[in-house]
């Protein structure tokens, strides 16, 4: 066990749970109507506490567990064999299996933004629930676990397929399930608090340094430079975005900056 890949994997792991709570509860709150911006946060913080349950009981396991190409057997359930002494590569198994949770939380966190305001609380958590399990976990132990897409080649450093691609399809096929908004496009509502939003912004890109940095699982060249093309990204991006703003509109706005920063992180990662 190294002790210096362990302590950064530790810090990553709490850096990418602060993207989801507060960063992306407080990015969407502000986006939001101000009727609905306390749903918004609960729903986050809710799936934060249902995927942690789901990882432990079946989810890491999944994920990966001993299985075939297509998902991963249950002889990890409720996180058997992973003690205090079990490695994974020079870090504690444990460490590891904390740092995927993390990623397995955010994902269908992100998968909100599609569905904002417009489904319940409780179809909200069995929608996260069940996509989870459905879609996350199965293509995870593709990519990661040992599964199909990884014996074909495939390169996924920090979660572009498992994490964005898969968020990405979710939020697009809700939002067509649950079509067009009340009103929408003749009435549109602005976001009620950009302040939140910047906010929770800021809070994403300083978490997305774990989340990329720590996807080396060493504190080595890696991870310095995952963090160095994270950052000059998430500023182009958010450069680019203003620019193109200002040219077109004639003043740049915060929705653009923080939008631009995004997809540059996205993009990047």
Not at 6 to 25: D, Q
Not at 28 to 35: D, H, N, P
Not at 245 to 267: D, H, I, Q
Request: hydrophobic share 55%; charged share 5%; net charge neutral.
């Amino acid at each position: 066990m190294s002790g210096g890949d362990t302590a950064w994997v530790l810090t990553s792991t709490a850096l990418v749970l602060f993207m989801t709570i507060p960063g992306l509860a407080l990015f969407y709150g502000g986006l939001v109507r101000t009727k609905n911006v306390l749903s918004v946060l609960m729903q986050c913080f809710a799936i934060t506490c249902v995927v942690s349950l789901l990882w432990v009981l079946c989810g890491y396991s999944l994920a990966f567990g001993d299985g075939n190409g297509f998902i991963g057997g249950l002889g990890k359930a409720m996180f058997a064999g992973v003690a205090e002494g079990t490695l994974k590569g020079t870090i504690p198994e444990s460490a590891f299996s904390l740092f995927q949770m993390t990623f397995a939380i955010i994902t269908p966190a992100l998968v909100v933004g599609g569905f904002a305001e417009r489904m319940r609380f409780g179809a909200c958590l069995l929608f996260a629930a069940l996509w989870f399990l459905a879609v996350y976990a199965p293509v995870c132990h593709w990519v990661w676990g040992g599964g199909w897409l990884g014996e074909l080649g495939i390169k996924d450093f920090a979660g572009g397929i498992v994490v964005h691609i898969t968020a990405g399809a979710g939020a697009l096929t809700a939002a067509l399930v649950l079509g067009a908004r009340r009103g929408f496009p003749h009435q549109v509502s602005p976001p009620h608090n950009m302040t939140l939003t910047v906010a929770g912004a800021g809070m994403l890109w300083v978490g997305w340094f774990g989340f990329n940095g720590g996807s080396a699982l060493a504190a080595n060249g890696d991870a310095a430079m995952a963090m160095l093309v994270t950052h000059i990204s998430a500023s182009a991006g958010a450069f680019v975005w203003l620019v193109a703003e200002w040219f077109r509109f004639g003043k740049p706005s915060a929705l653009g900056a923080v939008t631009g920063m995004v997809a540059g992180l996205g993009t990047i990662t």
